[in-house]
């Protein structure tokens, strides 16, 4: 793909923008939670205050008549797998962003907390069907394809399909990945509820979630047309009404519900940002309480 001078000058300078923040405030706390294969051993070394006394090398230390310790190298080399839905739901927003350029925000600052840490980091741009895949691999090129790839996300009138997603995951990754899903998870949970199970089993899975508020509660604006940007249907809805109003706050939280139920039978995280939210604020605080559950 030939990209214009202005969308390259835009990718170098969301790269270099989401790099200094991932510099000053992810680097530490990704790398404090995620955690690498298990650790090598790489040298011995005089004991000092507050080493752990199982790692005490006994040979050594008789031999020197002090005591020694045991040092390892963690065996870091991770794999970060990043999903973006680009259904027809996520080119809609009522707030700072549209859903899919919060979803390309996210997704960049992932990819280079990754490479930041020399992880090995891959994208897969799906709706229905697979759009597009880049094999998990470092570096600084790696991380500019993917921030490339999500700004040049192109809409397309299809609907959510999740299962599709979290298929491909489950066929492609044969080592254990930290796979971040970002979607608006706008499908009936039924449909990709098996997959999700099967993924979260096999990789460490973390669901982003993305909404916005006006998918929550309905504004009184009078009769308004509404098309469903998945399915093309037109409907005539009067908003004053009471009973549109309660009707679509009630569906809103029971599929909330619904979904945050399915999130906890599987053991999945769920990082949930509206359009009108801080990324950055929202996965510091993500980071923060996974490392806070970590350390208990």
Known sequence: MSLSPEALKRIRKIEFLTR?????????????????RGAEFEAVRPY???????????????????????SYREERELVVFIAVDASASLFFGTGIHDKHELA??????????AITNNDKVGLMIFDDQ?????PPRKGKNQVLAIIRDLLTIQPAQSETDLSVGLRAINRSLRQRAIVFFISDFLDAIPSYE?????????????????????????????????????????RLIDTHHDHWQTQFSKQSVKFHAQRQKLFSRARVDAICIDTNGDSYQAL???FSQRAQRIRR
């Open 48 to 70: 000092q205050q507050g080493d752990d006394v199982r790692d005490i090398d006994w040979h050594v230390t008789a031999r020197m008549g002090e005591p020694y310790v045991k």
């Open 104 to 113: 390309a925000e996210i997704g960049a600052i992932l990819a280079l907390s």
């Open 194 to 234: 098996r997959d999700l199970l099967i993924t979260a089993q096999k990789h460490d899975l973390i669901a982003v979630c993305i909404n916005d508020p006006l998918e929550a509660r309905w504004f009184d604006v009078g009769l308004i047309h509404v098309r469903d940007a998945e399915t093309g249907e037109l």
């Open 130 to 134: 697979i759009r597009h895949v880049l």
């Open 20 to 36: 200094k923040r991932v510099q000053e405030t992810f680097a530490g706390a990704y790398h404090s939670i995620f955690k690498g």
């Open 284 to 286: 510091t605080q993500f």
